[in-house]
């Protein structure tokens, strides 16, 4: 059964700081999905990382993915209070559409 | 263009009514699925169909019940609520031609059973 943890959890962080969300999973899969959600809002699609060592970047987020290891880390750059939010990872199951979901990391970023 | 659309977007119901979220998607996708989101919980996958005719059990099915009748609309039917159902239910859909496995979600249906 496929199981994926995200961590921290909750992350308070300052603006202007670094910070890495991490994502692990149990079995063998080549698909990693990064998501965010608002406070109320649905879930909105950020990265999609289809191979190992694929890296994306878009604007402070930078994600990777190592599929020999089952990890994948989300880096936040100089973080801004408009980040905060909460961050998902999600992992293809089985080779179908079928995707497991961590428990997400909710990011607050403090002025 | 209306992606993935969800209704309704509240509703509340009595311990023991039934009740169809309905999802509806113009994107052409033959995945669709529906997830529960709870507190400290993440998302749960219930059921998702990969096609017309064709319907699965995820995590968490009980209590549950899909059908899918065409490629562009996956209800899904709560049979007798109970307060454990108490949640916010998205509604997926994936695949397409590129086929990265990416899921468009809807806005989100929040149900309270009393």
């Known amino acids: 059964e496929l199981k994926v943890e995200q961590n921290p959890l909750f992350l308070s962080m300052q603006e202007g700081k670094n910070y890495t969300i991490y994502c692990n999973y149990s079995?063998?899969?080549?698909?990693l999905y990064w998501y965010r959600q608002d406070p109320g809002k649905s879930l909105e699609s950020l990265f999609v990382l289809l191979s190992n060592g694929a890296v994306k970047q878009e604007g402070r987020l930078m994600a990777s993915l190592d599929t020999k290891a089952r990890l994948s880390t989300l880096h936040i750059t100089a973080a801004v209070h408009d980040l905060s939010a909460t961050y998902f990872c999600?992992?293809?199951?089985?080779?179908?559409?079928?995707?497991?979901f961590g428990k997400g990391t909710k990011l607050t970023v403090n002025p | 263009n209306a992606g993935v659309t969800q209704t309704p977007k509240f509703q509340v119901l009595k311990t023991g009514q039934s009740m169809t979220l309905q999802c509806a998607q113009d994107?052409?996708?033959?995945?669709m699925s529906w997830y529960r989101q709870d507190p400290g919980m993440g998302l749960r996958l219930i059921h998702y169909s990969v096609g017309a005719g064709i319907t699965d059990q995820g995590e968490v099915p009980n209590g549950y019940n899909v059908s899918r009748s065409t490629t562009e609309d996956f209800p899904l039917r709560l049979l007798s609520a109970a307060p454990s159902q108490t949640s916010v239910y998205f509604c997926?859909?994936?695949?397409?031609?590129?086929?990265?496995?990416?899921?468009?979600f809807g806005e989100g249906s929040r149900l309270t059973v009393l």
């Open positions: 994107m052409n996708h033959e995945y």
């Open positions: 997926a859909v994936g695949g397409g031609v590129r086929n990265t496995g990416e899921l468009f």
């Open positions: 999600a992992v293809n199951q089985g080779g179908s559409e079928k995707l497991v």
């Open positions: 079995t063998t899969s080549d698909r």
